[in-house]
C-alpha cells in the first residue's frame, strides 16, 4: 500500500519496519545451494516447525531425508507468530463451544499435552536458547457468558489437560492485566512463550548439525507415484526420487497437493510491536509475564516481548490477505481498547503470516492418496505442528506407539471449496456481528 494512502500514519515510529520483530534477532536465510539427491527415502516439503521436527525424529532413528522449502527456511509461520505456547487449551475452546463433547475432547486434550511436554523436552533438552518461559496464560471473557462457560468446563480442562486453570472473577483480574476489558477471564499455569524465530534457528542448527540435507528456494512442483510406489518429486532445481513423501506445509500448501488444498482453509494473522515502553509500563500491563488472548471470535493475542521492553500485539484484523501495513491502525486500535495507557505509543514492525485451518477445526496428521501430511495448525500451532512433524516421522518408519488422536481417516472438506478462500471477509463480518451481540446482550 502506498505510504500517503495508510491511515493514522502517526502511530508509526520514524524506524518502522513492514516485516517481524523476530527478524531482528533471526531473518530466515537462503542456504548454500548443493546438488539435489537423485534419491531418498524420505522427502519433506516445508521446512517449518513440522518439517524440520519430522527430519530430526527421522535422523533420530536413522532414515535419511531431505527437506524441501520453496523459500528461505522457516519463511512461513514459524518465524512469524505470536510465540504463545499452549498445551490443549485451544483444543478446549472447541468444547466451550460445544463442537465436541467432554468424551470427544479427552483423546484429543491429552495428546495436546503430549504437544506440550515435546516442545518442552526438545528445547530444554537440545538447549536451546530461545527465551522459553513458562509464565503462564490468561483467557480474558470477551463476554458475562462467556466468562459463564468457562467456569463450567475449568474443571474438565484441568483433569483432562493438565492445564493448571484457575477461574479470575472481574474483580482480580487486575492482579493479571493491566486493563479492566474483560469480564474475568482463566489463568492457565501450564503454558509458555519464547522467541518464535530463535526457536526455528534452534531447530534448523540442530538439523544441520545432524547432517539433515536441506533444499532452501526449492519449490516442489508435481508430485508423482510410480507403479511401485515411489514418488517423484517435481521441483524448480531437478527431481528427486523418495519411497515416502512428507507434506507439511500448513498455511501455505499449494496446487501441488490439490486434495490436501481443499481440506485447508488459509487465513492471514497479523501482529504489531511497540517501540520500548517507558519503565514500569510493560510491567504493569503483564505483571505475571503471561500471555494473553481473549475468547472474542475476532481474536486478539498478545504478550511481552522476550526482553520485557515491548508489548508483542497480534489479531484477526482482516479475514483476507492484505498489506499488515494496512491493518497495523486496526491493531492499534484493538490494542488501546485493551490499554487505553498505551495511546501515543509508536510501533516500530507490523507483519503478517498464514495459518491453516481444518474445517472442523481440529489439527490433522495422517496418509492421503499415499501423501503422509501434517497439516492444520488452526491458528495454534507452536507445540501443535512440532509434534504432529515428529509423530509423522515415526508413522512414516512404522515405529509409532500407538495411533495418536489427530491421526484420523476423516479429514473434511466441502464440495464446492477448491482451496480459494473467497468466503473469509463473509466470515469476518459475521464473527464481528456475532461479537458485537455476544458483548452486548450476553
Ligand atoms: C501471525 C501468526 C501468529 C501466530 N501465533 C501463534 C502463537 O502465538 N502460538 C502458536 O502456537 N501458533 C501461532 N501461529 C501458528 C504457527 O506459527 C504455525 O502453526 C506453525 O508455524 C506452523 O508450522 P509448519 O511447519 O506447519 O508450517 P510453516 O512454518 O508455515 O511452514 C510451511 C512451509 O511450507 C513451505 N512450502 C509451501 N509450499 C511448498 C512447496 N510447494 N514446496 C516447498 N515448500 C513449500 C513454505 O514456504 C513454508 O516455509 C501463528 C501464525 C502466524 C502466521
Redesign the pocket.
Known amino acids: 500500500m502506498p505510504w500517503s494512502k495508510v491511515p493514522n500514519r502517526s502511530i508509526f515510529h520514524p524506524a518502522f519496519k513492514a516485516k517481524p520483530f523476530w527478524w531482528e534477532a533471526y531473518e530466515p536465510q537462503k542456504l548454500p545451494e548443493a546438488t539435489l539427491p537423485k534419491e531418498m527415502p524420505v522427502a519433506i516439503?516445508?521446512?517449518?516447525?513440522?518439517?524440520l521436527n519430522a527430519a530430526i525424529e527421522l535422523a533420530r532413528l536413522e532414515t535419511e531425508c531431505i527437506v524441501?522449502?520453496?523459500?528461505e527456511?522457516?519463511?512461513?509461520?514459524?518465524t512469524?507468530?505470536?510465540?504463545?505456547?499452549?498445551g490443549g487449551v485451544n483444543v478446549g475452546k472447541r468444547i466451550m463451544n460445544r463442537a465436541l463433547t467432554p468424551d470427544e475432547a479427552k483423546p484429543f486434550l491429552n495428546d495436546a499435552v503430549d504437544a506440550f511436554t515435546h516442545i518442552e523436552n526438545v528445547i530444554t533438552e537440545n538447549k536451546i536458547d530461545c527465551g522459553w518461559t513458562k509464565s503462564g496464560y490468561f483467557l480474558g471473557a470477551w463476554s458475562q457468558s462467556h466468562f459463564d462457560a468457562m467456569a463450567k468446563k475449568i474443571s474438565f480442562l484441568n483433569e483432562e489437560a493438565q492445564t493448571g486453570a484457575v477461574l479470575v472473577p472481574r474483580e482480580h483480574q487486575r492482579e493479571e492485566i493491566g486493563s479492566d476489558y474483560y469480564f474475568g477471564g482463566m489463568a492457565v499455569a501450564r503454558a509458555a512463550h519464547l522467541h518464535?524465530a530463535l526457536y526455528f534457528k534452534g531447530l534448523l542448527d540442530l538439523a544441520q548439525k545432524t547432517g539433515i540435507s536441506i533444499a532452501s528456494n526449492?519449490?516442489?512442483?508435481g508430485l508423482t507415484q510410480e507403479s511401485g510406489g515411489t514418488w517423484q518429486i517435481k521441483t524448480s532445481r531437478g527431481t528427486i526420487r523418495a519411497g515416502n513423501v512428507i507434506i507439511?506445509?500448513?498455511?501455505?500448501?499449494?496446487d501441488?497437493t490439490p486434495e490436501l488444498k481443499r481440506r485447508v482453509v488459509p487465513v492471514g494473522?497479523?501482529?504489531i510491536a511497540t517501540e520500548e515502553l517507558p519503565e514500569g509500563m510493560a510491567q504493569s500491563l503483564s505483571p505475571k509475564n503471561r500471555s494473553f488472548a481473549d475468547t472474542r471470535r475476532v481474536l486478539t493475542?498478545y504478550r511481552l516481548s522476550p526482553d520485557g521492553k515491548r508489548l508483542i500485539f497480534?489479531g484477526r484484523a482482516k479475514f483476507g490477505f492484505t498489506d499488515p501495513v494496512e491493518t497495523a491502525p486496526l491493531l492499534y486500535q484493538f490494542m488501546i481498547d485493551r490499554f487505553p495507557q498505551l495511546k501515543g505509543v509508536k510501533i516500530t514492525h507490523a507483519w503478517?503470516?498464514?495459518?491453516a485451518f481444518a474445517m472442523d477445526e481440529l489439527p490433522h496428521m495422517g496418509k492421503r492418496d499415499g501423501l503422509h501430511f501434517?497439516l492444520a495448525?488452526n491458528?495454534?500451532?507452536?507445540?501443535?505442528?512440532s509434534y504432529l512433524?515428529r509423530e509423522t516421522a515415526r508413522k512414516v518408519l512404522g515405529k509409532s506407539n500407538r495411533r495418536i488422536a489427530f491421526d484420523r481417516d476423516e479429514f473434511p472438506t466441502h464440495l464446492l471449496y477448491n482451496g480459494n478462500a473467497w468466503f473469509l471477509p463473509l466470515v469476518g463480518a459475521w464473527f464481528r456481528t456475532a461479537d458485537w451481540w455476544d458483548r452486548r446482550f450476553n
Open positions: 516439503v516445508g521446512a517449518g516447525y513440522a518439517g524441501l522449502d520453496a523459500a527456511p522457516g519463511f512461513g509461520g514459524s512469524r507468530n505470536g510465540g504463545q505456547v499452549s518464535p526449492t519449490p516442489v512442483i507439511a506445509t500448513n498455511g501455505y500448501t499449494g501441488v494473522s497479523y501482529i493475542y497480534g503478517t503470516g498464514n495459518v501434517a495448525c491458528g495454534s500451532g507452536i507445540a501443535m505442528m512433524g
